[in-house]
């Protein structure tokens, strides 16, 4: 068994940026073999590139709005106590709305294969200028 405190070393949250537009912070929470769990913060109308999970990926809304949406598919506005499951390999963003901040836990299952940035006419109704 190993436990993961608040403050260890291994936990400290780091700024995301390569794979993100706009200001994002992740804290890694447990990372095991295959299958890694992150407590993610986004700032308002800051979001995720495209990107696909081998294993598939659950999103677990802790606090503020966001939206999550599959390539393909619409925009979902999601909240505290949401639940997202994206099944394997399917393409999707998550990210903050446009005037709130965001925060949810990633389960992530597998390799994630980032993808391009998502355009602004497609995070549309929630990007701020």
Do not use: C
């Not at 403050?7 to 940026?17: K, L």
């Amino acid at each position: 068994m190993r436990i993961s405190r608040q403050g260890d070393n291994e936990r400290q949250a780091v700024q995301r940026s390569a794979t993100f537009a706009g200001d994002v912070w992740g804290e890694p929470l447990v990372e095991v073999p295959e299958t890694a769990v992150n407590h993610i913060l986004f700032t308002p109308s800051s979001h995720t590139n495209w990107h696909r999970h081998a294993g598939g990926q659950i999103l677990y809304v802790t606090d503020g709005q966001g939206k999550v949406r599959s390539r393909g598919g619409e925009e979902v506005t999601i909240g505290p106590g949401d639940a997202v499951w994206v099944p394997p390999d399917e393409e999707h963003y998550h990210g903050a709305d446009g005037d709130r901040f965001f925060s949810h836990l990633a389960i992530s299952f597998g390799t994630t294969d980032w993808l391009e940035p998502v355009a602004t006419e497609e995070y549309g109704s929630f990007v701020t200028e």
